[in-house]
């Protein structure tokens, strides 16, 4: 039986632009990382320390030619937040590109890009559920 989803497999060009976006920009933490002293390093970031699934940012070339049969697609990612005007707002003071407001049947959201492009949602609902 699977209790809970534990991590993301994020495939990034450039981890370090990548842990720059999303810690300095975004508001996420670095857990922890780990570098085998081969090439192979990874980042795990939350939203806060006590976050029960997690992002792993991972080099997506070095997982590519290690793991070919790997979809390093960019998954789709919801987010939550209790203060979706907020999180609209700061994300818009740090140039991060945002999409506008709207309503759906889940409630308002809207999407931002990363430093590489990649798309993700934020619905407001509020937490726990």
């Known amino acids: ?5 534990g991590q993301i497999m994020l495939y990034v ?3 370090d632009e990548s842990l720059k976006f999303w810690t300095e920009k ?7 990382e780990a570098d085998d002293g081969q090439g192979m390093k990874w980042f795990e970031i939350a939203p806060t320390k006590d976050a029960q699934t997690r992002i792993v940012l991972h080099n997506k070339d070095l997982v590519a030619k290690m793991s070919p049969g790997v979809n390093l697609e960019t998954p789709s990612i919801l ?3 209790d203060n979706l005007d907020q999180l609209y707002k700061d994300y818009s003071d740090k140039n991060i ?3 506008e407001l709207v309503n759906v049947p889940e409630g308002r959201v809207f999407n931002f890009a990363d430093n ?3 798309y993700f949602a934020v619905v407001e609902k509020k937490y726990p559920l």
Not at 1 to 5: D, V
């Open 26 to 32: 975004a508001g996420f933490i670095l857990i922890s």
């Open 13 to 15: 060009n450039n981890q």
């Open 1 to 5: 039986m699977i209790n809970i989803l």
């Open 116 to 118: 590489e492009d990649n």
């Open 97 to 99: 590109t945002v999409g």
């Open 79 to 81: 987010f939550f937040s």
